[in-house]
């Protein structure tokens, strides 16, 4: 296997946040999504960064002093990130995006003008080792 496309999950079935997003718009997706971090997007399609639950819990405390009403008012770029989940582009080697996968969740994927074309999750990895490790099971 040597095309990271095969674990590719569309930009089109996945969940993420626009740049322009307040933390509260940040919130409620994330809560409808049910995923820990998400990537971010600009409205061009490029991938900016990582949003983790994390990232907004420190911001509610340190912005918005636990106030929702103030959670309008922040922008999510704003919000200070732990780490971003770093791309990798669409004809990268399955290697690398392996090294990438053991260090994050998901690994954003990128056509070659930076647009966000979807993720590759290391759970998809997993599953395909699981299969060829172990056929019938």
């Not at 949003?51 to 907004?56: I, M, P, Q, S, V």
Request: contains cysteine; charged residues 25%.
């Amino acid at each position: 296997m040597d095309n990271i496309l095969f674990f590719l999950t569309p930009k089109a079935m996945c969940s993420y946040l626009y740049d322009d997003y307040t933390v509260r718009q940040a919130l409620e997706k994330m809560e409808q999504a049910g995923f820990a971090a998400l990537p971010i997007l600009n409205r061009r399609g490029e991938y900016r960064g990582t949003l983790t639950e994390g990232d907004l819990l420190w911001a509610l405390k340190n912005m918005c002093y636990m106030d929702m009403r103030q959670a309008e008012a922040h922008r999510i770029m704003s919000i200070a990130r732990r780490r971003d989940n770093i791309p990798v582009r669409v004809t990268t080697n399955m290697h690398d995006l392996i090294e990438r996968a053991k260090g994050q969740n998901f690994v954003p994927v990128v056509d070659d003008k930076d647009a966000f074309i979807g993720i590759v999750t290391r759970s998809s990895i997993i599953k395909y080792c699981e299969q060829m490790l172990f056929p019938g099971d």
